[in-house]
């Protein structure tokens, strides 16, 4: 018989993503407009065994669908990842009445909502990570924000690009993946976008475009590189040597991970919360929500931990054509 839920938790883990403050809002007051008790567990596992547990009501999330962070803080904990700490973290949720747990995470953040689930605990995932790196979702919450901060970021750094008639390597973040880096070479017209995915350390190839766009009488270069390949700075000395075209290198960082969520995240974070709390009354647990071919929907954590994916690939090689 599906267990009866009368009080959840809610907690976001792992790196912060704008949009994971309406998506505590929307699990907030969803679950109250149910007749549940909400707890906002902070500071993600590490708070959780800390029991750094506060009441959550109507006012506790007001004015914070719009900002970017996460008013519950996050953290990453290795205590989570040993069987002790998960069966500590059960105990936890036990003894402040917690019978559900949403996680607003990554991969990690699952693994940790997996094992609460096996030591009794019902859970339920929310994807959110700027890098869209979650095989069983097509929408990770922040990645729409984390993009459009990285494309005005580029264009910034285009103008002064143009200006000086040089190249510029822009690194831009995603952990292993490449999205972050496909969808800003795309939006901001790169010369070349380099994702780990597709990376086979042949370099020649972007040498070799950047000189044939100088012929064609192409003024300043634009070379969007992700996080998973790195190395930014050396490219840029290879490139200044081998092309006698001055270049830079810019990393972004961490700008990309801050600011207002934009509508979608606002949106997408909200409908995802909600759609958690309807999971964990339904008595399910050991569920991530996805975005998938158009609609909301739920998976099971392991299935969705053993799916694997890959970039667009209809997006990477149309980079190519558009770039010629
Ligand atoms: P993300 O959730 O963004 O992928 P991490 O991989 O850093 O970020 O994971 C966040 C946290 O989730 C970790 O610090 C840890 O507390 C927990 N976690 C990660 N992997 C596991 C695991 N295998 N078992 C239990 N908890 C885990
Ligand atoms: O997962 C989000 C992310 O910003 C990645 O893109 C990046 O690799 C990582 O987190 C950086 O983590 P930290 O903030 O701990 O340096």
């Known amino acids: 018989m599906a267990k009866e839920i009368k009080t959840i938790g809610v907690m976001t883990s792992g790196g912060d993503a704008p949009g994971m403050n309406a998506a505590i809002r929307a699990v907030v007051r969803a679950a109250l407009s149910s007749g549940l008790q909400v707890k906002g567990i902070r500071r993600g596992y590490a708070g959780l065994l800390e029991e750094d547990i506060i009441d959550m009501h109507t006012m506790s999330v007001t004015d914070i669908v719009q900002r970017g962070g996460t008013i519950l803080f996050t953290s990453r904990c290795d205590e989570m990842r040993t069987p002790e700490g998960q069966k500590r973290a059960a105990e936890v949720c036990r003894k402040h009445g917690i019978d559900g747990v949403v996680v607003i995470g990554g991969d990690g953040s699952f693994r940790g909502a997996q094992k609460l689930s096996e030591n009794g605990i019902n859970t339920v995932g929310i994807p959110g990570t700027i890098d869209l790196d979650i095989a069983c979702t097509e929408y990770t919450i922040g990645f729409?924000?984390?993009?459009?901060?990285?494309?005005?970021?580029?264009?910034?750094?285009?103008?002064t690009s143009a200006s000086h008639e040089r190249?510029?390597?822009?690194?831009?973040?995603?952990?292993?993946?490449?999205?972050?880096?496909?969808?800003?070479?795309i939006s901001n017209g790169s010369e070349y976008v380099m994702v780990p995915e597709r990376y086979d350390n042949d370099e020649e190839e972007i040498i070799e475009k950047i000189l044939s766009k100088r012929r064609k009488g192409k003024k300043h270069h634009i070379v969007v590189n992700a996080e998973g390949i790195g190395r930014s700075h050396e490219l840029a000395k290879k490139i200044e040597e081998r092309t006698g075209i001055e270049t830079r290198a810019t990393v972004i960082g961490h700008i990309q991970r801050g600011g207002n969520p934009s509508c979608r995240d606002r949106v997408y974070a909200s409908a995802m919360g909600a759609l958690a709390v309807d999971i964990l009354i339904e008595g399910k647990t050991n569920r991530v929500v996805a975005f998938k071919e158009g609609k909301f929907c739920d998976y099971d954590i392991d299935e969705a931990l053993n799916m694997t994916k890959d970039i667009d690939e209809l997006l990477y090689s149309m980079t190519r054509r558009l770039s010629r």
């Open 144 to 159: 729409d924000t984390a993009c459009n901060t990285a494309m005005e970021a580029i264009d910034k750094v285009r103008d």
């Open 167 to 185: 190249c510029s390597i822009i690194e831009v973040m995603g952990r292993t993946a490449g999205h972050i880096a496909l969808w800003c070479g």
